[in-house]
C-alpha cells in the first residue's frame, strides 16, 4: 500500500488522470522502462513534480550496450536536420545548465561547430535555413579562413564551411550518473540488472512484470532505446501506431595523434562534414586517448539489437581512414580506443515521441542525434504523462505517415 503520509503530501497536487489511479491500488504514479539518458532524464523530471517514480533498467546504469555510452556527445543549435528542434534544443541547454548546478559536475563544454559540406547539401543549406529561421549567432568561413583557424584540416577547396559558435560537447556518463542521482534525491527508486519480461493494461494503469516481481502504476513511459520495438511489438493483441524501429551498428575511434596540442578545443573545434564518402564528426582531444572521429550512419539496419556485433574490425576502420587521410591527416594516427553503439532508427530520422493510450507514453527512434535533447525530452515525456499534452514544441514527433530521410524538406 501507499503510505499515507506520501499521500496526504503528494495526492492533492496530482493531475486528476493520476488521482483516481489510487482507488485501483497502484502503487507508483509512474514507471520508466529503460533508463538510458531518455529515461533518466525522464524520471529525474516526475520526481522532481512530487511524482512517486520507479525507474527499471536491464543493465547497469550507465552501460555499454545501447546508445548512452561513450565520453562525449556533440550538443548544436543551427540543426540542420529541421528547424524545429531549434526551440527545444535551446531548452535543453538551459536543462543541462540546471543539471550542472544541481550536481555541481561540469558536463557542457562550449566549443565551436564546423560544418563542412556541398555549397547547396542539405547539411550546409539546413545550417543556415535554422540559424535565419532563429537568429542564430552562425559565420560563413572561406577556405583559407577554416585553414588559418583549424590548422588541421585539409582539401576542403569544393566544401563551404559554416561554423557556430555556441555549440558544444556533453559529457555522457557523467550526465547519466547525475540524472539518477537527481532523481533518487526526488525519490525515485531506480532498478539496475532488471529485465522487463511483459507489461500489460491493469485497469486504469499499467502491470510491468520483471524478473522477480510484478509493478504496478498509474503510467507507463517507455524509453527502452534500441529495445523498444520488442517492448512494443511483443503485446498481444499487437499495438496499432507503431513505427517500424530498426537499429544500426555505429563504431567511434579516438586517435592518438602525435601531436595532440594540434587538437586542443582552442585550435579544433567539433565537426559534421558531408562529403562523398558520408557523413563524419568529429570532436577535440579532450584527454590522451585523442581525437574521437566517425562515421553518421553509413551501416546496414537490422531488427535485433541483441545481435549487434561488438567486435570492430578493418572494415569499420576503413571509411574513417579514408576521411582522416583525405580531410584530417594529421590525425590519421593509431587507434587508442574504439566502441561500438547502437542508432535506433525512424524511417524519416526524427523522433518518436507520443502516447499510445492515456497510461502509456512513448519515446524511441532518436536516430543517433538525441542525446543533446534529453533535458527536454525529459519534460515533454512528464508533461505527457501528467497531464496527456505538453504545451513544448513537440508536434513534429508525434504520429505522423512516416517517410524516407531522402523525402524531408
Not at 561547430?113 to 542539405?122: D, I, K, R, T, V
Not at 555549440?167 to 539518477?180: N, P, T
Not at 561488438?310 to 574513417?320: F, N, Q, S
Amino acid at each position: 500500500m501507499i503510505a499515507p503520509r506520501w499521500e496526504k503530501a503528494c495526492r492533492d497536487r496530482l493531475p486528476i488522470i493520476l488521482r483516481r489511479t489510487y482507488s485501483d491500488g497502484m502503487l507508483y504514479d509512474a514507471i520508466v522502462l529503460g533508463l538510458g539518458v531518455m529515461g533518466l532524464a525522464t524520471a529525474w523530471r516526475l520526481a522532481s513534480r512530487g511524482l512517486r517514480v520507479i525507474g527499471l533498467e536491464q543493465y547497469s546504469i550507465p552501460h555499454r550496450l545501447g546508445s548512452s555510452h561513450g565520453q562525449t556527445r556533440i550538443i548544436r543549435q543551427a540543426y540542420y536536420e529541421h528547424p524545429d528542434y531549434v526551440p527545444l534544443v535551446l531548452r535543453a541547454y538551459a536543462g543541462w545548465y540546471e543539471l550542472e548546478q544541481l550536481s555541481g559536475q561540469n558536463l557542457l563544454t562550449i566549443c565551436p561547430c564546423l560544418s563542412l559540406g556541398p555549397p547547396e547539401g542539405e547539411l550546409i543549406q539546413g545550417v543556415l535555413r535554422a540559424s535565419r529561421e532563429h537568429d542564430l549567432p552562425v559565420e560563413k568561413l572561406s577556405t583559407t579562413d577554416v585553414y588559418t583557424r583549424f590548422a588541421a584540416f585539409a582539401h576542403l577547396e569544393d566544401y563551404a564551411a559554416v561554423v557556430e559558435p555556441t555549440a558544444g560537447v556533453l559529457a555522457v556518463e557523467d550526465s547519466l550518473r547525475a540524472m539518477a542521482q537527481q532523481a533518487q534525491s526526488q525519490g525515485a527508486t531506480l532498478h539496475e540488472r532488471l529485465a522487463v519480461r511483459s507489461w500489460r493494461r491493469e485497469g486504469t494503469g499499467v502491470a510491468v512484470v520483471t524478473d522477480t516481481q510484478t509493478f504496478y502504476a498509474a503510467r507507463l513511459v517507455i524509453t527502452a532505446g534500441p529495445w523498444a520495438a520488442r517492448v512494443l511489438t511483443s503485446q498481444a493483441p499487437p499495438l496499432k501506431g507503431i513505427p517500424p524501429l530498426r537499429v544500426m551498428r555505429q563504431v567511434v575511434f579516438w586517435l592518438a595523434a602525435s601531436d595532440l596540442s594540434r587538437f586542443r578545443r582552442d585550435r579544433f573545434p567539433v565537426f559534421i562534414a558531408d562529403t562523398l564518402g558520408g557523413y563524419f564528426y568529429g570532436m577535440p582531444a579532450f584527454d590522451s586517448r585523442g581525437v574521437k572521429v566517425a562515421q553518421h550512419y553509413g551501416a546496414a539496419e537490422t531488427d535485433d539489437p541483441d545481435t549487434i556485433e561488438r567486435t570492430i574490425t578493418a572494415d569499420d576502420e576503413r571509411p574513417v581512414r579514408d576521411f582522416l587521410r583525405r580531410h584530417l591527416p594529421q590525425a590519421d594516427a593509431p587507434v587508442s580506443e574504439a566502441s561500438t553503439c547502437i542508432y535506433t532508427l525512424t524511417p524519416d530520422r526524427h523522433f518518436w515521441i507520443d502516447a499510445l493510450d492515456e497510461a502509456v507514453v512513448v519515446a524511441a527512434g532518436f536516430s543517433g542525434h538525441g542525446f543533446k535533447f534529453a533535458p527536454v525530452v525529459g519534460e515533454i515525456l512528464a508533461d505527457r504523462a501528467m497531464y496527456g499534452h505538453t504545451t513544448l514544441p513537440a508536434t513534429l514527433f508525434q504520429r505522423r505517415a512516416f517517410t524516407s530521410p531522402a523525402s524531408i524538406s
